[in-house]
């Protein structure tokens, strides 16, 4: 699929999404070990037409902005990451982010893609706090969203279903300085 650069990585770069990635967007999705830690998403089935609904919808939704995660070293895909719900009055909104194969996670691109993100929305969307809601026993994506700069701040207990246990929803969030 023809990816473009928006936001510029070291070894990555976030594109705007490619409907054309249909069928690799619904494997994902469809995929345990990745929507198990994407909030309860785990349940759903997804088929080619609801996926293309989605993509459809997200590359038009201007309070929401969705991107492709490509590797840089032969423009592969690796993701999908974005800021939703955003709101320019309040200068706040929520990032969400999976690495769709299980040999590319552990490797820094999460944590890349992720500051890469909070810098556009920062620096260019004016944005003051970005948050996300992660599985408490993700702990790997909890690693890699306090290495980009976000902390805790609270927690709902017990509100993820996944894997047939209940989970914590651990709330983070990011700020850019209040002199921005």
Known sequence: MPYFEKIPGERIYLSPMDPGDLEIYT???????VTRWL??????????????????????DTHNYQFAIVLREGHRLLGNIGLMDINQLCRRA????????????????GT????????????????????????SDNAR????????????????HGVLFADGRWHDDVLMEALTPLTQ
């Open 27 to 33: 494997k994902w999705m469809n995929d345990l070990e």
């Open 39 to 60: 909030g309860g998403m785990s349940g759903g089935v997804y088929s080619l037409p609801a996926e293309r609904a989605y993509l459809e919808n997200a590359t038009k």
């Open 141 to 156: 994506a909890i690693a890699c969203y306090k290495k980009a700069g976000f902390t805790e701040y609270g927690r709902r």
């Open 94 to 109: 929520t990032a969400g982010i999976f690495i769709g194969e299980a040999e590319d996670r552990s490797k820094g691109y």
């Open 112 to 135: 890349e893609a992720i500051k890469l993100l909070l810098d556009y929305g920062f620096q260019w969307l004016g944005l003051r706090n970005i948050d996300l809601h992660v599985n």
